[in-house]
Each structure stands twice: as structure tokens, then as C-alpha cells.
């Protein structure tokens, strides 16, 4: 299973899925953040064309997207939850053909999926203009990224600021119940020496 960070991106890679199982790619996204992929099976040189089977579910194991005995398409949508997004592919249990099937995948979140064409017919820009417009999209992107990964870091040190206050505590406990202990352990052993007369 493939993992990537949160940073708003666009990626394109080629998954080979083997002939039993699945292959995933999974990333981490904060909400309302959109998310364009495109997928298509590459052709092996054979007469027979593979299918396969995708299936993307959010981070609670809410199904996002569901397709089987396809060879391309594509899937869109906007973030409801914080958290890692897993997009699986598996070859049809029908098609007997090769041992393993080559994927292409264009995974676009955030500003990368933003339709700028669109964008500059409807106001009419162009030029610097429009690529001064995509940077602020990626410096706001940036900052709202950095906003999220400072709120995980507090929780983070919370955790281990408790964590550690939780083993000092143990360890401590742990010490005194060794020194309890063996202060029972010498009290007896005195006590069985003198009735034994050897002190």
C-alpha cells in the first residue's frame, strides 16, 4: 500500500496490481479539500483487454467510489473527514489472462484539481495574471496545510506529554513496591535467623 502526505498535490503513477489481491494508494487529507483521479488500465499487447476493480473509501470506511469490470475512468470528490483516503484496485476474477495488470493513476487533490481554464474564461484573465492567481491558490493551500500539521503536532505532544507523566508515575510506583518488597524480604530473613539462634 502506497502513502502519500497531506500537501494539496498532484501525482501520476502506474500501479501493477497482481493476479490475486489488491493494490492501494492511500493519502492523508484534511476536509473540504477536492480530489480529481483518473485511472486506465494499460494495454499489455494481448488481444484480450483486462478489467479491473476500484474502490475508494474514506477514512471512517465510507464508500466514496465503487466500479467493477471497467478499464478506465475516473472519480471525483470533496473531503467530509480528516484523515487517510485509500483508493484500492484489484484485476476481475473473470479475466484469466496475465499474471499482472499495469494501472495508470492521476490523483489530483486540492489546488492541483482546480479547473484554471475554467477559471480564467470566467474572469477573464490571463498570462502572469493567471499563473499569479495559481500561486496564491498554492500559498493559501501551503499555509492551511501547515495551519493542519501545527494542530496535529499540539495533540501529538499532548499525547506524550501524558504518556510520559503516566511512566514517570509508574516508575515510580515501581520503585517503591521493589523497596517495600525487599524490606519485607530483609525483616523476614532477620526474623528467621534469630529464631534459628544463627544472629
Not at 501525482?11 to 480530489?35: M, Y
Not at 473531503?79 to 493513476?105: M, R
Request: with cysteine; net charge neutral.
Amino acid at each position: 500500500c502506497a502513502r502519500w502526505a497531506s500537501i494539496p498535490s498532484a501525482f501520476g503513477i502506474w500501479l501493477t496490481l497482481p493476479s490475486s489481491g489488491t493494490k492501494c494508494v492511500s493519502e492523508e487529507i484534511q476536509t473540504n479539500v477536492v480530489v480529481l483521479t483518473d485511472y486506465v488500465v494499460i494495454p499489455d499487447g494481448s488481444s484480450l483487454q483486462p478489467s479491473i476493480g476500484v474502490k475508494v473509501t474514506s477514512p471512517y470506511g465510507n464508500n466514496l467510489y465503487y466500479k467493477e469490470n471497467t478499464t478506465h475512468g475516473n472519480f471525483a470528490f470533496t473531503t467530509q473527514e480528516t484523515g487517510n483516503y485509500l483508493a484500492c484496485f484489484w484485476i476481475d476474477p473473470h479475466y484469466q489472462g496475465a499474471k499482472e495488470v499495469s494501472v495508470s493513476l492521476d490523483w489530483k487533490t486540492g489546488i492541483a484539481a482546480k479547473d484554471w481554464e475554467s477559471v480564467a474564461r470566467k474572469e477573464k484573465i490571463e498570462g502572469v495574471e493567471l499563473e499569479l492567481r495559481k500561486l496564491e491558490g498554492a500559498v493559501e493551500a501551503i499555509h492551511e496545510n501547515l495551519l493542519y500539521l501545527k494542530g496535529r503536532e499540539a495533540e501529538m505532544r499532548a499525547v506524550s506529554e501524558r504518556t510520559n507523566a503516566r511512566v514517570a508515575w509508574f516508575s515510580i510506583m515501581s520503585l517503591g513496591i521493589c523497596i517495600g518488597v525487599s524490606g519485607l524480604q530483609l525483616w523476614h530473613l532477620k526474623r528467621f535467623f534469630q529464631k534459628k539462634k544463627l544472629i
